[in-house]
């Protein structure tokens, strides 16, 4: 039988198991590499919820303004690429 200290790394996970939003929203794809296409997905959501703030609705703007709030934290403080499989 092998020691505790043998096997505690043998078994473990490389990554943790992605959950929740992580798997909706795979922020770390490759297709988000370029830095032009994760700007412009940022500020047209932005847009869109200004849009939305234009035409009066104040649940969409939410929305669209959250989504772009959170893509942006995502893309720009939080991502970490993957390498191509």
Known sequence: MAADGDEAGRNAPEKPARGGLDR???????????????????????????LEIAAGSAGWAMLFGGLGLFSGYRFFFGY??????
């Open 24 to 50: 909706l929203f795979d922020f770390e794809h490759p297709f988000f590499r370029p830095l032009w296409l994760r700007i412009a997905i940022v500020l047209v959501c932005l847009g869109w919820a200004g």
């Open 80 to 85: 970490r690429p993957r390498d191509k499989p």
